[in-house]
Every structure is written in structure tokens, then in C-alpha cells.
């Protein structure tokens, strides 16, 4: 406003100028304090992952007594070996079929939790926790014990019903049985508990949408339930599927990559071939061998997220 009560155009737009830049400094301001607060945490991401993978990729390129850079020849190495291409077979079954078992598991167990009261709701919720708070390596133990040839209480809970005793960890497809048998107990808990929380973020609109058009509760699964948790099923698998694939203390516990090595995986292999025999280099190369198998089911997996969620826009 001027002083003859005329009013001065430009006025309300640098004040609205003013305004923006006093946000924009802030909003600088706060990203970079969040920045700051972070680094700590970048620093140690740093130091626990980036570091040592590059270190694996560098060790990876060396001899075994690494003095000579051979580039790719402990891949060709290892490729050439009919015990690796095993070790692959073995590693991709393992986690595929733990995976599997464990979401249909997981999601089994939260559909019947999402149905009681919430008072029991919670009782229940605990008690079916256990086995994924328990140490892996400490409850690997307990079931050694379990299928132990000589003092198997699962085998003597079978001979009183006259069914004969199962050599668990004698034979190859008993012991895979076994690994993945320990892996599941471990590992439904997870997925019970993400998909319970996924169960309790659907809608109860869309089910009285659903009863009220006829649907049955087989049909309010299918075209209600599973459609609105698809984003949450594939990050669970996802992650679950990273874990399995590195999992090494229930091999080590359980079979020790026995029988004659046909319970391997990728990292109780890594071990032995770059502890126990000491050819740190090989060992990097096995480890590694890890990241484009998990790279592909990573790719799959989140493209058809993404394709989800652009249809959803």
C-alpha cells in the first residue's frame, strides 16, 4: 500500500518470493541436518557391507597363495567342478523350497491368528514367535539332538507306532529334508507376523462388499485378500529368499554338508573351501556366486511390484 492508499502490485509476490525462499533454505536446512544425523549409519553400512564386497571381489581375483592376480580363474575353476554345480542345485532348492514352505506356512498361521479375538490373538502371536527369537545355532542343536540316529526322540515317537526308524541325516534326501524341516520352523514365525499385518491393514469394507455380492470366503481369499497383499507377499518372499540363500549355521549344525557333501550350500561351502582348506580366494568366488542368482529373483520379483503399482495409479 503506498502512501496515497494506492496499492503497490508487486508487493504481495515478493512477499510470496520471500516466503518460498525462507522455506526452500529450510527445507535445505532439515535435509541436510537428516544427512548429517545418517551418517553414522552410512559409515557403518560402509565399513559391515561395501567394504568386505569389495574386498571379496578383489580377493576373489587372486591365487591361492595371493601373490598373483588370475582374474576370472577361480570361476572357471569352480565351474568346472561337478561338486559346485551340485552345491548350485542344492542351494536353489533349499531356499525355493523353504520359501515356498514358509510363506504357505506363514500365511496359514496369520489367516488363523487374523480370526481370533484379540485378546487370545495376542497369547497366541507370542508362543508362535519362539522359534524365531531363539538363537538359529542353539535351536539347530535341539533338533540334532532329535534326529540323532541313536537317541532320536522323533524316531522312538515312530516305533511306537511301529513305523520304522528314518535316518535323518544318513541319507541325502532325508538330510535335505531335515535342513529345510529347521529352516521352516525357524522361518514361519517371519511371515506369519508380516502377513498378519497385512491381513489387518485390508479393508473390512471390501468383504461386506464381497459377502454382500455372494463371494464365499474361498472366493474372498482369492479376489480380496491375496490381491491386497501381493506387495507384501513378494518383499517377504524377496528378503527371505536373501536370508535363506546365505544361511550357514543350520547346514553347519545340522549336516555339516554331509552326506558326502549333498547338503552343501552356498556359504557352508564358502567356508569350507576357504577356512577349512584354506584357499581364501576360491572361498570368495563361491561366496559371490550368491549375488547373480539372488540378482535374478530379485529382477522378477520387484518388476512385477513395480507393474502392480503402476496399474494401481
Not at 503497490?8 to 510470496?16: D, F, K, L
Not at 485378546?119 to 542343536?141: C, E, F, H, N, Y
Not at 549336516?255 to 550350500?265: A, F, I, K, M, Y
Request: net charge positive.
Amino acid at each position: 500500500m503506498a502512501a496515497d492508499g494506492t496499492l503497490v502490485a508487486g508487493a504481495p509476490a515478493s512477499a510470496a518470493n520471500g516466503r518460498a525462499n525462507t522455506m526452500q533454505r529450510f527445507a535445505r536446512r532439515r535435509s541436510t541436518i537428516a544427512f548429517l544425523m545418517a551418517l553414522p549409519l552410512i559409515a557403518l553400512i560402509g565399513g559391515l557391507v561395501v567394504y568386505p564386497a569389495g574386498y571379496a571381489m578383489w580377493l576373489s581375483t587372486l591365487n591361492r597363495r595371493m601373490t598373483a592376480n588370475i582374474g576370472l580363474g577361480n570361476f572357471e575353476i569352480l565351474l568346472d567342478s561337478d561338486t559346485f554345480w551340485m552345491v548350485i542345485w542344492q542351494s536353489c532348492i533349499f531356499a525355493v523350497g523353504a520359501v515356498i514352505a514358509k510363506a504357505l506356512i506363514g500365511f496359514w498361521l496369520a489367516h488363523m491368528l487374523h480370526h481370533i479375538p484379540a485378546k487370545g490373538q495376542r497369547k497366541w502371536r507370542g508362543m508362535l514367535l519362539i522359534p524365531w527369537v531363539i538363537p538359529p545355532a542353539l535351536s539347530t542343536l535341539g533338533w540334532w539332538w532329535m534326529f540323532d540316529p541313536s537317541y532320536s526322540s522323533i524316531n522312538w515317537i515312530l516305533n511306537i507306532f511301529a513305523v520304522p526308524a528314518v535316518p535323518w541325516l544318513g541319507e541325502p534326501w532325508w538330510a535335505r529334508f531335515s535342513v529345510i524341516l529347521v529352516n521352516v520352523w525357524y522361518g514361519s514365525p517371519f511371515f506369519m507376523i508380516m502377513y498378519l499385518a497385512a491381513l489387518k491393514s485390508v479393508p473390512d469394507q471390501l468383504y461386506e462388499a464381497a459377502a454382500i455380492d455372494g463371494a464365499t470366503g474361498w472366493q474372498g481369499l482369492r479376489y480380496v485378500t491375496l490381491p491386497m497383499m501381493q506387495n507384501i507377499i513378494s518383499i517377504t518372499v524377496l528378503f527371505s529368499l536373501i536370508v535363506t540363500f546365505a544361511n550357514y549355521d543350520i547346514v553347519r549344525v545340522l549336516t555339516n554338508g554331509g552326506p558326502r557333501d549333498l547338503t552343501q550350500v552356498f556359504a557352508s561351502y564358502a567356508f569350507q573351501v576357504g577356512i577349512l582348506s584354506g584357499n581364501l580366494p576360491r572361498g570368495a568366488a563361491v561366496s559371490l556366486f550368491m549375488f547373480p542368482v539372488l540378482a535374478v529373483f530379485a529382477f522378477f520379483i520387484l518388476r512385477g511390484i513395480n507393474r502392480r503399482n503402476r496399474e494401481q495409479m
